[in-house]
């Protein structure tokens, strides 16, 4: 694996664990860590108050030049979260489950410090 792609993937794991610790100061319980299947992964599933929560966590450095880290959760993107939570759904029981999917943004300097974290409540819809 180069040195990027590492790097990527550390910040990104770094990232998950700042916004599952944050999530969990908000009151949430996190159920589970990147369950994936065949149509995709979902970084958290969480519950707040009944509701199953699915969210997307991006994470960017800070001088990142390709938008905000919510600007990346494009159409596909969405449709792939909404098909991977309908399979999590379904293998999970959880039919009668109100849901909502939020977003969590994350930038970081270059050293790894935590420079902002924004959570966006039903980011898709």
């Not at 990027?4 to 610790?21: P, Q, S, V």
């Not at 999530?23 to 979902?42: D, F, H, P, V, Y």
């Not at 707040?48 to 990142?64: D, K, P, Q, S």
Request: aromatic share 6%.
């Amino acid at each position: 694996m180069n040195g990027r792609l590492a790097g990527r993937k550390e910040r990104g794991a770094r990232g998950e664990a700042e916004a599952a610790a944050y999530l969990q100061k908000q009151g949430m319980s996190i159920i589970a860590r990147n369950w994936s299947c065949r149509t995709g992964e979902i970084d958290l599933v969480a519950e707040e108050e009944g509701i199953l929560v699915f969210v997307e966590v991006r994470t960017r450095n800070l001088n990142a030049t390709y938008g905000t880290p919510q600007e990346s959760v494009n159409a596909r993107k969405q449709w792939k979260m909404i098909e991977t939570a309908r399979v999590y759904i379904h293998r999970h029981g959880r039919h009668e489950s109100q849901i909502r999917f939020d977003v969590v943004s994350i930038r970081m300097a270059s050293d790894g410090e935590l420079t902002e974290l924004t959570h966006i409540r039903n980011a898709l819809g």
